[in-house]
């Protein structure tokens, strides 16, 4: 008798879009994913069981368009298959939903408060983040957790995610030499940490300290 896996009639990530192809219309789409990615790299560099994607296609349904967040977060997966890295992320060979995904609201609303919200609750993500830099009276983010099958909105700035082990949260601070009001990942006790700059930085000023030109360090 043949084994028979339904999971072999199913498309490859390789054989399905990397995006929906619709251009950022703020940069801020690009920055804010980036920065966090960049954050988690360093913070869990010993790990290799988690992914963040950025502006990447979700796949849920092999017959349904992908969905593409800006930025989402997935634990328990494999970091990198191979020097290719994934070109979309899809779920029935993930075999896992993304824990969190992260949406920054542009000049033009695309859904993010209502049907992006439905879609990410019934495909299971436990937590959706909200970004909007031009809010001025609601809060600019929103941290929504899916208890019983709906999104409830959790209080605080940082908010502890006790499921990742990490705090997400915003703050001023100065990334790639633009000063602004930035996304930062946050330790149990509510100290965010570094940027991959700041910790640059941080250690150029030691290597001073000790009479070493940082230039000068390979």
Not at 17 to 33: A, F, G, K, R, W
Not at 101 to 118: I, M, N
Request: charged share 25%; glycine share 8%.
């Amino acid at each position: 008798m043949l084994d028979y896996n339904p999971l072999d009639c199913m498309p490859s990530s390789e054989e399905l879009p990397d995006s929906d192809e619709t251009p950022v219309d703020n940069e801020l789409q690009d920055l804010i994913p980036g920065l966090l990615k960049a954050i988690l790299a360093m913070a869990w560099a010993d790990r290799m069981d988690w992914f963040f994607g950025v502006d990447m296609g979700v796949y849920y349904d092999p017959y349904q368009p992908a969905i593409v967040p800006d930025g989402f977060l997935s634990l328990g997966v494999e970091r990198f298959y191979d020097e290719n890295l994934r070109p979309s992320y899809a779920i029935w060979e993930e075999e896992k939903v993304p824990i969190l995904v992260l949406e920054v609201v542009s000049q033009t609303y695309r859904g993010e408060y209502s049907t992006k919200k439905d879609d990410y609750a019934n495909l299971g993500v436990l937590y959706y983040v909200i970004y909007n830099p031009t809010r001025r009276r609601k809060p600019r983010l929103e941290v929504h957790k899916l208890i019983n099958g709906v999104y409830q909105l959790q209080d605080g700035n940082p908010v502890w995610l006790p499921e990742v082990g990490l705090g997400i949260g915003i703050e001023r601070g100065t990334y790639q030499g633009i000063t602004r009001e930035w996304m930062y990942w946050y330790n149990q006790q509510g100290k965010r940490f570094f940027t991959p700059e700041e910790r640059a930085q941080i250690l150029a000023e030691r290597l001073r300290a000790l009479g070493v030109d940082p230039d000068s360090v390979v």
